[in-house]
Every structure is written in C-alpha cells, then in structure tokens.
C-alpha cells in the first residue's frame, strides 16, 4: 500500500485528470503501467468520500 505524498490528480489513460487524490489518502497500487518522461506511471485504487475510482498516477507523488 501507497499514499498520496502531495495532492495529486488520478488519471484515465486518456491522461484525462478524473480527480484530485488529497494528501495522505491511501492508495492500493497494482504495478507498474508505463515510462513517460523518465517518470514510472501506476495502476492504482483508492477510495475517495465513499466512491471507489480506478487509474493510473505518477509515482512521483506517491510515498510507501
């Protein structure tokens, strides 16, 4: 399990932002996605004011 180090914004592979994941949610990430920019993408979960969304994150703003 992961959180979210900064606010960050969950993203669609689109890279069409969803919503904002607040600073100290915590994530379930599944893995590695994909390479842009020398950044590492994430297949992450997480549970947001009782909805549960489905994405990808830079994991640069993720923290174990």
């Known amino acids: 399990k992961s959180s979210a180090a900064s606010d960050v914004y969950k993203?669609?592979?689109n890279?069409?932002?969803i919503?904002?994941?607040p600073a100290g949610t915590?994530?379930?990430?599944?893995?590695?996605y994909t390479m842009a920019n020398g950044v590492k993408w994430l297949?992450?979960?997480?549970?947001?004011?009782?909805?549960?969304y489905t994405g990808?994150?830079?994991s640069a703003y993720l923290a174990k």
């Open 26 to 32: 915590k994530v379930k990430c599944y893995g590695y």
């Open 11 to 13: 993203r669609q592979t």
């Open 15 to 17: 890279k069409k932002a």
């Open 56 to 58: 990808f994150s830079s």
């Open 19 to 21: 919503c904002k994941i």
């Open 43 to 52: 297949y992450i979960q997480f549970v947001l004011d009782g909805v549960q």
